[in-house]
């Protein structure tokens, strides 16, 4: 097995590869904020990942069953939330 840099720097289309998954389903998890860490060296410049961060965000979403993704996309709504709809509706 091959071993990878973690400081190796990946496009968006190598890491939707490496992911298995299309290009613009990685953009889409970027501007949702529930993608790998990125960076982009100037605006609207090229999107770049480092390879350590995408394995860290592979790490952060393994799960043991299907239920554990849905309580995750579930957001429980807490009393901060509550306090500023209340606030907005006024």
């Not at 190598?14 to 889409?28: D, N, S």
């Not at 949702?32 to 100037?42: H, I, L, T, Y």
Request: aromatic share 6%; charged share 30%.
């Amino acid at each position: 097995m091959t071993s990878i840099d973690p400081n190796e720097l990946w496009s968006t289309e190598q890491v939707a590869r490496w992911l298995g998954v299309m290009p613009a389903t990685l953009r889409k998890l970027r501007l949702e904020g529930r993608g790998p860490k990125f960076f982009q060296a100037v605006k609207k410049g090229t999107v770049r990942y480092r390879a350590g961060d995408v394995l860290a965000w592979i790490n952060l979403n393994l799960h043991r069953s299907s239920m554990e993704v849905v309580s995750r996309l579930v957001k429980p709504v807490v009393e901060s939330d509550k306090k500023t709809n209340e606030e907005g509706a006024r």
